[in-house]
């Protein structure tokens, strides 16, 4: 991040402050505010933090005009086509794409961590049968912090290494634990002669009573759903990991809080969303009714999976998720799927829409990856947790940048008070 020597001028009133400029290696130049309210007495106000750069970070970077998400570097269609998830991860985690040994290397620490403790079997027995999968998560990864205690020193880095290997291999882990426990079924352990996402489908779908063969198709596809969701520069879910973890909060406390973040609909929780609309319209015949509601600004619906802070062009994820979508339903002999139907010609719709051009709305993400997780054999409750195994591998990168950060200070922001000024206390029977 480099000092451009360029200066931005600020006046009010009959003062005129000069802020240094900071030039990105991508995307837009940053105006250095850190000093504007000693040397202007003034705060900038940005909710939702639209044009505002919370951190610097070498991790992933979005171009939202031109539909591009780099991870290191890489675009994330060539990632998706050559890559594989694990190593995706490592190139997260470390920088750059592995040897073959460092990978073989890596692929075995994360397939000897993905048992969790025998006695954290017994917190999911605590929760309701009905309990949403993401609520159940929430509650065991922030248990972590219980049982993990020779990772939790956050300015250990062998510690730090240790608990993000460790977020990462459990994590289908405790995703599936919590789907098999909301369907009456036993626990299914990890095997060590599968990969991570044959493993995690494994322990989804197998059952004691019979063998189960993993459909080589499906974990192809579930390992380059778990690569397109993996990392996202600083969306909702990772800027609250950040958050917490400026407090030198341990990680499996500030992941269960990027958990917990990931699964409001705006966010995580808009690939539930986004199958359940799908299946609530129905019929390609029903889709003008749904458009008509999207735009009318008094009806609090929105198309779920359409629209994106950063992207104002399409989402380079959802194009892949689409092939994807293509290929699965195809590959697994599903013909005529209605809901992908309705999806399609929603997409052809709407892109054709002055209201959805005119916000430069596109699918994102969430939109067909609902699709493909049906078609696989998930319930809709599952399609959040899963996207909170991927991005744990983003949480933990972007965690670990940032304790090693020397400009890491504990996040706290200030306001603009709208409420009374100085006022007495009245006695009640004053009132
Ligand atoms: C993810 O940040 C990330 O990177 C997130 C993510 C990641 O990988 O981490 O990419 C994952 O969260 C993807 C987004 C999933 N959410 C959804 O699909 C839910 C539906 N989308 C919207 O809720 C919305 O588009 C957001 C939340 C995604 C973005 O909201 P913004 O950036 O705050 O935009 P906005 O709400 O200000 O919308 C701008 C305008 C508004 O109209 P006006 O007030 O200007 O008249 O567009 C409209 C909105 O009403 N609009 C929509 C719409 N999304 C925005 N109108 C209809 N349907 C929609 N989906």
Not at 389 to 411: F, H, L, N, Y
């Amino acid at each position: 991040m480099a000092d451009t020597g360029k200066t931005a001028k600020l006046t009010l009133d009959d003062k005129t402050v000069e802020l240094p400029v900071l030039s990105p290696t991508a995307g837009p130049d940053v105006i250095d505010i850190r000093k504007l309210y000693a040397q202007a007495g003034v705060f900038t106000y940005d909710p939702g933090y639209t044009s505002t750069a919370s951190c610097a970070s070498s991790i992933t970077y979005i171009d939202g005009d031109k539909g591009e998400l780099l991870h290191r570097g890489y675009p994330i269609d060539q990632l998706a086509e050559k890559s594989h998830f694990l190593e995706v991860c490592y190139l997260l985690l470390y920088g750059e794409l592995p040897t073959a040994e460092e990978l073989e290397d890596f692929e075995s620490r994360v397939t000897h961590h993905t048992m969790i403790h025998e006695q954290m079997h017994n917190f999911f027995r605590g929760f309701r049968r009905d309990a949403h999968p993401m609520a159940t998560m929430v509650g065991v990864v922030g248990a972590m912090s219980a049982f993990y205690h020779d990772s939790t020193d956050i300015n250990d880095p062998w510690q730090r290494e240790v608990a993000s290997i460790r977020l990462i291999a459990k994590m289908p882990t405790i995703a599936a634990m919590a789907y098999k426990y909301s369907i009456g079924q036993p626990d299914i352990y990890p095997r060590n002669d599968l990969d991570y996402s044959s493993n995690f489908l494994r322990m989804c779908f197998a059952v004691p009573a019979e063998e189960y063969e993993v459909n080589p198709i499906l974990s192809r596809a579930m390992d380059r759903i778990l690569m397109l969701h993996a990392d996202h520069e600083q969306n909702a879910s990772t800027s609250t990991v950040r958050l917490a973890s400026s407090s030198g909060a341990n990680p499996f406390a500030c992941i269960a809080a990027g958990i917990a973040c990931l699964w409001g609909p705006a966010h995580g929780g808009a690939n539930q969303a986004c199958l359940e609309m799908l299946r609530e319209i129905g019929t390609v015949d029903r889709i003008p009714e749904y458009i008509k509601r999207a735009k009318d600004k008094s009806d609090p619906f929105r198309l779920m999976g359409f629209g994106h802070r950063v992207y104002k062009n399409f989402d380079p994820r959802a194009k892949v998720m689409k092939q994807s979508a293509d290929e699965v339903l195809e590959l697994l002999g599903i013909e005529n799927n209605e809901t992908l139907k309705v999806a399609k010609e929603l997409e052809r719709i709407a892109l054709e829409d002055e209201y959805f051009i005119e916000k430069k709305l596109y699918p994102n993400v969430d939109f067909y990856s609902g699709i493909i997780l049906d078609a696989m054999g998930f319930p809709t409750s599952m399609f959040t947790p899963i996207f909170a195994v991927a991005r744990t591998v983003g949480w933990v990168s972007q965690w670990k940048e940032m304790i090693a950060d020397p400009e890491m200070k504990i996040g706290r922001p200030r306001q603009l008070y709208t409420g009374y000024t100085r006022r007495d206390y009245v006695d009640v029977e004053n009132r």
